[in-house]
């Protein structure tokens, strides 16, 4: 039976709960988006490393004593790397 009169519900209790369970909820979206940004992120453009630990320079030489590319091409990209 619906008594209008006794309120019903959780009264005050229920907007603090919503409050809060709509904090938690938006916190924890933002958390998860901030979190799968950072994961997908690639580490290797902040320390400018490869996978495998070179840096661009050490595969530039790589490629310059694998003749590659020529002397030219090599002064170039060098210069470009390091500035």
Known sequence: ???PHMGGG????GWIIGGLMMLLFW???IA???FSVRAFSS???QTGNTA???T????LKRQYAQGEIDKAEYETMRRDIET
């Open 1 to 3: 039976m619906f008594w």
């Open 10 to 13: 959780l009264g005050w209790s």
């Open 27 to 29: 916190g924890g979206l």
């Open 32 to 34: 998860l988006v901030f």
């Open 43 to 45: 580490g290797q453009k």
């Open 52 to 54: 495998s630990g070179e």
């Open 56 to 59: 661009a320079l050490d595969i």
